[in-house]
């Protein structure tokens, strides 16, 4: 009973929610106005594109008279593809200044054309109004480099994120983010929220221990991982597509580690008795939360379970100002714990430290938190806010996205490789801090996401399939790649659109007085291998995708351990009246691409698999030419009440 209330208290949430650090605010204080000067100040240019009328005209000469005849200083710099020409100026002009003098200067007779040669940026700088307040994600000090990950990717739709904390609430700039979750909290002086397990992860507020108000924690650990990101309001996620999973395992005074190992495991598409199974198995677990002592069996059996599916435990190394070794589960080995750094990039002063630490990232420190989604209400909910918290559970969401961005990117990456990988990757702890991390104190360094993503490439795609033959056009969905050519002879192009399968539009013969064709990468169906007949058991090891049904009409399923091949455990009749078999994926699970949302007509290049659904649920249908993405086409729900896509492997 003693360990019992001494374990219970110490399994507490790793924020820091005191009076300086909650600078909590409602709405918008975001400041565009901050982000437009900054993008004025890199929008000047001191560079134009001119083209002269004639051909023969040295740009060496005619480009500094060009100049000299409105009192500028212009130089020729190089020729460049179109005929035209760059030419810098002494001077740099903001973009309506340099549009300005493009204009006198191409007034003279001499000219058929000048233009700035204006800067380009990265498009996927978020919109969101309280981005620029957001210094944890792109300052150069403290920051962990996120705007150059987005440049490579902001999420895959097929991962899953598990939040395993206080639960989350609705908030508007997160809950189209949420998958279902589940509440693991059993003692119901805990849960707050009437009952023991259930199947609602939404967090009625964790108020009540020795009188402490809500805390929100799970909504602010989930809005840094991925609130809804580039919507023109709030805060931005540093994942903005994959899902999150909120599992709810911390209630008041915080959690029962019984309660937290269940979690773990269901998060990661381990079966739990008594729990529905898992819909939507995380790749991700973010666990800001820990209590004293080195890594119980307990916590070190669910992490090794865990890791053991492919899913990636982080962990808060915990606001002690203490070595990390008797703080647990930061102490379990397999996991990665994450300290926590200040907007200068120094240590922060409670975060812990030491041989377990695997690396660092932003938790704030002083008066510079970390800024995400909250809710104002003090006991039960009330309206949404934001506010900066700080803590070790700050800086392991931060940790938890960027793992999500390289799980996108490549998820066939196993845990030891994401570990490794982040480790190499991260940033040198800077100097003169004030409080400086050292590799011994703070882990690798700090996480660096576009590090981190940035070298990653996409598994290597097998099969390729024929879309033309010489002389035909052909078109493709989005951007693919497509070679040219026969035998073993081919020219590959990155395609956007469509193209024509010809010499002269691959600019080149790869074969000659040979008839050529062209194939798109990647688009061939995964291999099946049958696994039972209609109404058998089947066992698959560890999760696998199973496919139910015949011919060209499959029902698809994530499946973890076991299942049964029949319309009842798939949920629905892929066939009606045929016999039906289920199917193992046999190569690795594949890509899809969306072609189409519910309503739309959608065509594919040939024959194709599409496939219809949203969330884990789909139905699997062999298309030609084209269809239309709804139930009446596939011929069954697959997910009611819920938008639907249609998507092709790629
Ligand atoms: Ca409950
Ligand atoms: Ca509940
Ligand atoms: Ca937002």
Redesign the pocket.
């Known amino acids: 009973m003693i360990f019992r209330t001494s374990a219970l208290a110490s399994f507490a949430l790793f924020a820091l929610v005191s009076s300086a650090a909650h600078a909590g605010t409602r709405g918008d204080t975001g400041s565009p106005a901050l982000q437009a000067a900054a993008q004025a100040a890199t929008d000047s240019t001191d560079r134009f594109i001119v083209k002269l009328r004639d051909p023969r005209a040295d740009p060496r000469t005619v480009v500094p008279a060009l100049g000299a005849a409105l009192g500028e200083q212009l130089q020729h710099v190089r020729a460049m593809s179109g005929g035209a020409h760059v030419a810098r100026l002494a001077r740099r002009l903001t973009h309506a200044e340099a549009s300005a003098l493009a204009r006198r200067l191409s007034a003279d007779p001499r000219v058929a054309l000048v233009e700035p040669d204006a800067m380009m940026h990265p498009m996927l700088v978020p919109n969101d109004t309280m981005y620029a307040q957001q210094w944890h994600y792109f300052e150069a000090a403290g920051g962990i480099d996120l705007p150059r990950a987005w440049d490579v990717t902001t999420g895959s739709a097929s991962l899953t994120i598990a939040v395993i904390d206080t639960?989350v609430r609705p908030h508007a700039d997160l809950v189209s983010r949420l998958v279902a979750g589940y509440?693991f909290?059993g003692d119901t002086t805990m849960?707050n929220?009437g009952?023991g397990r259930?199947g609602?992860?939404?967090d009625?507020g964790d108020y009540g221990c020795n009188g402490a108000a809500s805390s929100w924690h799970g909504t602010h650990v989930a809005g840094t991982i991925g609130a809804t990101s580039n919507n023109g309001f709030g805060v931005t996620g540093i994942n903005w597509v994959s899902n999150i999973q909120p599992i709810?395992v911390l209630g008041k005074c915080g959690g029962y580690t019984s309660d937290i190992v269940d979690g773990m495991r269901w998060a990661a598409g381990i079966p739990v008795a008594g729990v529905p199974a898992n819909p939507t198995p995380a790749k991700v677990e973010n666990l800001s939360l820990g209590g004293s002592g080195a890594c119980s069996a307990t916590f070190q059996s669910a992490v090794n379970d865990v890791v053991a599916q492919g899913t990636v435990v982080v962990v808060a190394a915990g606001n002690s100002n203490a070595d990390a070794s008797q703080t647990q589960p930061a102490s379990c080995s397999g996991v990665i714990a994450v300290a926590a750094t200040t907007r200068n990039g120094g240590r922060a002063g409670y975060s812990n430290y030491g041989a377990n630490v695997t690396i660092a990232a932003p938790g704030g420190g002083g008066s510079d938190g970390i800024l995400s989604t909250l809710n104002n209400g003090t006991t039960t909910p009330g309206a949404d806010s934001y506010a900066w918290y700080q803590g070790t559970s700050m800086a392991t969401p931060h940790v938890s996205g960027v793992v999500s961005l390289m799980m996108s990117v490549d998820p066939t990456q196993t845990p030891a490789q994401i570990v490794q990988r982040l480790r190499q990757t991260a940033r040198a702890f800077p100097s003169g801090t004030g409080s400086d991390c050292t590799t011994s104190l703070c882990g690798a360094g700090i996480v660096d996401a576009g590090a981190a993503v940035s070298g990653l490439s996409s598994p290597p795609v097998s099969g390729w399939t024929t879309i033309a033959t010489e002389g035909q056009d052909f078109t493709v969905s989005g951007t693919q790649t497509v070679r040219y050519g026969t035998g073993s002879s081919w020219i590959t192009r990155t395609v956007t659109g469509g193209g024509t399968c010809s010499n002269a539009w691959f600019g080149s013969d790869p074969a000659f007085g040979i008839v050529k064709e062209c194939q798109v990468a990647g688009s061939a169906s995964p291999g099946w291998t049958k696994i039972a007949d209609e109404n058998q058991n089947f066992t698959v090891s560890g999760t696998q995708t199973v496919r139910y049904g015949s011919g060209s009409s499959w029902l698809q399923r994530s499946v973890t351990g076991s299942g049964a091949c029949s319309n009842a455990w798939f949920g629905a009749d892929p066939l009606f009246g045929v016999v039906k078999e289920c199917d193992v994926a046999s190569s690795g699970t594949p890509t899809w691409t969306t072609i189409a949302t519910e309503g739309q007509n959608f065509t594919v290049n040939g024959t194709q698999t599409v496939r219809y659904g949203a969330d884990s649920s789909w139905v699997t249908r062999t298309v030609t030419g084209g269809g239309t993405c709804s139930n009446a086409w596939f011929g069954t729900d697959p997910l009611f009440g819920t938008v639907k896509q249609c998507q092709v492997s790629s």
């Open positions: 639960g509440d909290i849960s929220d009952d259930d609602d992860a939404s009625p709810r």
